[in-house]
Each structure stands twice: as structure tokens, then as C-alpha cells.
């Protein structure tokens, strides 16, 4: 799922009918499912897409070192690495490598919607408490308290 789609999905959840308090709060086990169910799809996700980036990682740490073998290396579609490097030099060229800052890319995005759904689902925990605090406002408001 897309930020823009788990952004207009929270749009449409987070909206409270204060007026009908029981119903929402009745809401609120259906809705820590959903987006709970929700963050184990986009953490599952997430594992798999950082699998994928640690070993692109490695193996450009071994054609950059010139460690890998030519099978490997034409199927990946590289070109022979002629450069002498050594291993302090290494960590530049992979942050300048643009089919691995790509992934590391992909894999921050998927990082940002964990923690989006996050507090997602925090604020369905605190949502009781907001209601009630809504109650208690209106029976202050009324003179009832």
C-alpha cells in the first residue's frame, strides 16, 4: 500500500462522530485490527525489501573489491571493476552508487509508513480517551457534574 493510500485510509478512520460516542467506541477494537493487520503486512514487507538491499550491499561491497566471480558479475549485468580500492574506500562508492541509493531509498519509504502506522495505531489506543474526555466536557458543559 501507498503513503498517499494509508494517508487517505487514516483520513476516512480518524474522523470521530462525537455525537454517537458509543458507536465509536465500539469502532475502535475493528480499527486496531485493521491497521494493525495493516503494519504486519507493511513490516513484513519491509523485511523483504531490506533483505533485498543488504544483499545487493554485499555483493557491490564484492565488486567493488573485486572479490566477485564473472558468472555473478555478467549476470548482474556489471562491467569489470578496474579500480584498486581498499576497504576504507569502499564505503564512499557504494554511498555514490545510484542501483543501491535507489534501494536504500525503497527501503526508508517503507520505514516511513511503518511509523506512520504506528502512530496510527496509537492514536486508536488513546481514542477511548478522547472520548471520554468528550463526555465528561459535555456533562461539565450542561451542569450536570
Same mark, same amino acid.
Given at each position: 500500500?501507498?503513503? &498517499? ?7 476516512? !478512520? ?8 458509543? =458507536? ?25 525489501? =531490506?533483505? &533485498?538491499? &543488504? ?13 566477485? &566471480? ?48 504506528? !502512530? ?11 472520548? =471520554? ?13
Amino acid at each position: 500500500m501507498t503513503l &498517499d493510500k494509508l494517508h487517505a485510509e487514516w483520513a476516512v !478512520d480518524s474522523d470521530l462522530d462525537l455525537s454517537q460516542p458509543d =458507536k465509536e467506541l465500539r469502532k475502535i477494537p475493528t480499527l486496531h485490527s485493521k491497521w494493525w493487520n495493516i503494519y504486519t503486512n507493511e513490516k513484513q514487507r519491509y523485511l523483504m525489501i =531490506k533483505q &533485498d538491499y &543488504d544483499v545487493l550491499r554485499l555483493a557491490k561491497f564484492d565488486w567493488l573489491l573485486g572479490r566477485m &566471480d564473472e558468472a555473478e558479475r555478467e549476470r548482474r549485468g556489471w562491467p569489470i571493476q578496474h579500480l584498486r580500492l581498499v576497504r576504507t574506500e569502499i564505503d564512499a562508492y557504494l554511498v555514490g552508487d545510484a542501483e543501491l541509493a535507489a534501494a536504500k531509498t525503497k527501503l526508508e519509504m517503507q520505514n516511513t509508513k511503518l511509523d506512520f502506522i504506528e !502512530d496510527i495505531i496509537k492514536t486508536i489506543g488513546n481514542r477511548g480517551f478522547s472520548i =471520554k474526555t468528550y463526555v465528561e466536557y459535555l456533562k461539565f458543559s450542561q451542569g450536570s457534574m
